[in-house]
């Protein structure tokens, strides 16, 4: 299976997804699609997870393989039960993710990094959580880091000019109690109480396949990060909720494919902010602040990649 063979763009609904549960006879409930890059030991540190859950409903795994370390032929070998797809050249976390969400049936689509690993309960957990309430249509539950910190992306609000400039300038580390600082990434709010939020993070990000079939798949013009946030931004607009579940925990080695890519993934970085920028906001705001915010973006951009660069090879990272 190559790239080419299949759609570019998905915009209105999932057409012709393939069995991805060889022999299977009826649809699972849960799609779960992983995205890998150059981190097989932690793909299978995550797949053993997954496959080793306690669901009482079916589950198929797709697994899209955009590097080239191998991860293809050992998820084949290890896991005969998953679904493969091996990019011909990496096309992006968002193309990459939508591969996978076209070969896949189940009514429930899970989005999951190979950089996680889940307890047994979890995805009965969160599938229930979401069938509990129809209006809910994107959930998140709650990400822990190595050390045991809370991962800040599980739940955020939009990025906007005011907290994206807050956060750049540190100001909710240094006031992380005070919500005008702590807008963006909720640092005022308890991280172990279940609320709706504006976005959770595509690390693991629960949704109705019905959320997809309305507003089409993740938008490939993000080549990495901003893709999640544009994909909650639509599912409100077309009236889902999205909701932080915190009853679940689950760990996520942050930035283990980033970090080997930190220029590229720095530069995506900032470009993703003007992406959603642009597609969000820029044609309601004025000539003036649509120029501020560019240069911002720009400025901020260039000093992180100049940061980046300074620092030895082995602590380089997204900055």
Known sequence: MTLEQLPAKETSALDGAADGSAGAPTTPLLSVVVVTYNVRPLLERCLNSVFASETPF?????????????????????????????????????????????????????????????????LAATVAALEEDRSVGILGPKLVRADGGLDLACRRSFPTPRNALFHFLRLPRLFPHIPLFGEYNLTYRDPDVPYDVDAVTGAYMLLRRDVL???????????MYGEDLDLCWRSRD??????????????????????????????????????????????????????????????????????????????????
């Open 58 to 122: 079916g589950v198929e795994v797709c697994v899209v393989d955009t590097g080239t370390d191998g991860s293809a032929a050992m998820v084949r070998r290890a896991f005969p039960q998953a679904t493969v797809l091996h990019a011909p050249h990496n096309p992006g976390f968002a193309a990459a993710n939508n591969l996978g969400l076209r070969r896949t049936r189940g009514l429930y689509c899970l989005l999951l990094n190979p950089d996680t690993e889940v307890p047994p309960d979890a």
């Open 213 to 223: 079939e309305k507003i089409g798949l993740l938008d490939e013009t993000f080549w």
């Open 238 to 319: 077309c009236g889902w909720r999205t909701r932080y579940h915190p009853a679940v925990q689950v760990l996520h080695l942050k930035g283990q494919s980033s970090k080997r890519r930190s220029l590229r993934c720095t530069y995506e970085f900032f470009r993703a902010m003007h992406l959603f920028y642009q597609k969000h906001y820029a044609r309601r705001s004025s000539a003036a602040k649509n120029g501020l915010v560019t240069a911002g973006i720009v400025v901020f951009g260039f000093l992180s990649v100049a940061l980046d660069r300074l620092r030895p090879p082995a602590r380089r990272r997204v900055s």
